[in-house]
């Protein structure tokens, strides 16, 4: 029987660790899981209406590759709010989520050998992007005891001659961790000095608490050497929709559209008329603050419920995800997730599926109900009861010894 010759890069790339856990769960009867990124709210009615209403129209046929005029303006009018400033005819794209964002960033940008600094621990499509597009992957890890927090130190150690890009994620995923003005603008600094270019995926820009966003490429002279990718997952409950933007520099958005209009011909029409009601309607600010205010309820109970436990959090200031460290109960990462599953029926991301520096942390998305966090939160407090009761308990003789 014939058998087509496979991509060796496809073929060693590992599955997501999000997806695996996300299969396995759904599978087990009464299994209930903190491990998937997505919002618990509906998309708001008026924006399901309004695409009902351009069906109804009849305005289902291929938009300009780009997306259409309207929501790229409205996409450059929205980021002024972070005092982003672009020209919506040709410093905007419309794309099939900020995911497909980060492909054709990488494809537009990277030739084979290029380096691309990868900050970790990161969303679990950055690796497999820079290596499809031939470039190599070098990480740049965070620590908890900088909060997660890109650091100029870990930046400059792995800078070398080959190094064409840093692709960053603030709010991150998964990690909640932010950037601030001042983290930024030393990052700014260095990436100005090593002629690097920046792709900042802000696709949470919206969810922070207590502390408004800044992109990197509000700084001087980062506008022209950073492409923002963001979109409406997130922030207006619209996962289904696959539905996001890039802006940057007119050059760098026009050959990522090259490959767009080869790849996906243009965004779903529908969803961008959806996308269009979202940013324009007035009462987007109530709905988004609606939300945020939910979400940040639910992020001090889950941050307060590991505390008790006596695991260590580095409190999340952005996204909607916790990621407390289980090194002290002396088991990895996969080996807490599968057990933890196994016997508690609750599933949760281990945290090296973000990269080899999540190890020694699970990711736990705060983006359910109360109700279901509640009920998850009691039982991984038995489960680490039991693990810790079972770990004194094997101590015990070594001391009567």
Not at 176 to 186: C, R, S
Not at 380 to 397: G, K, S, T, W
């Amino acid at each position: 029987m014939y058998k087509p010759t496979i991509s060796d890069i496809v073929k060693n790339m590992p599955d997501s660790g999000i997806k695996d856990f996300f299969d396995v769960a759904n599978s087990l009867d009464g299994a209930l899981s903190l491990g998937v990124g997505e919002p618990d709210f509906a998309t708001p009615e008026h924006i399901r209406d309004a695409a009902v209403a351009s069906i109804r129209r009849a305005d289902t046929k291929y938009t300009d590759n780009r997306g259409t005029v309207e929501l790229r303006q409205a996409v450059a009018e929205y980021l002024e709010k972070f005092d982003l400033h672009y020209h919506g005819s040709d410093e905007v794209l419309i794309t099939m989520g900020a995911s497909e964002g980060i492909d054709l960033a990488l494809r537009t940008l990277i030739n084979p050998g290029d380096e691309v600094l990868v900050t970790e621990p990161c969303y679990v499509s950055y690796e497999p992007c820079v290596e499809l597009c031939g470039g190599t992957v070098v990480a740049v890890g965070t620590k908890a005891s900088d909060r997660f927090r890109l650091t100029t130190a870990g930046l400059l150690e792995k800078i070398t001659e080959k190094t064409k890009v840093l692709l960053m994620s603030f709010p991150n995923n998964p990690t909640g961790a932010i950037m601030e003005k001042e983290d930024l603008e030393a990052v700014a600094e260095i990436v100005k000095a090593h002629d690097i270019f920046v792709i900042s995926d802000e696709i949470y820009a919206e969810l922070t608490y207590g502390k408004k966003h800044i992109s990197i490429a509000s700084l001087p002279g980062m506008a022209e050497r950073t492409l923002v990718l963001n979109g409406f997952s997130k922030a207006f409950a619209m996962t289904g929709w696959r539905l996001g933007f890039a802006a940057g520099p007119k050059d760098v958005i026009f050959y990522m559209n090259k490959i767009h209009q080869f790849t996906t011909m243009s965004a779903g029409t529908t969803s961008q008329y959806a996308a269009l009601e979202a940013l324009k309607n007035p009462v987007r600010e109530a709905k988004l603050g609606h939300m945020r205010a939910e979400y940040d309820k639910r992020r001090e109970r889950m941050v307060r419920g590991f505390l008790e436990m006596g695991l260590d959090v580095a409190v999340p200031e952005g996204a909607f995800y916790v990621f407390p460290s289980v090194a002290s109960l002396g088991m990895s990462s996969q080996e807490f997730c599968k057990r933890l599953l196994e016997e508690q029926k609750v599933a949760v991301i281990p945290g090296d599926a973000f990269g080899p520096c999540g190890e020694g942390y699970v990711r736990c998305s705060y983006a359910y109900s109360e109700d279901v966090i509640c009920k998850c939160l009691e039982k991984i407090a038995v489960f680490v009861r039991e693990v810790q009761q079972f770990r004194q308990d094997a101590l015990l003789p070594n001391v009567r010894r």
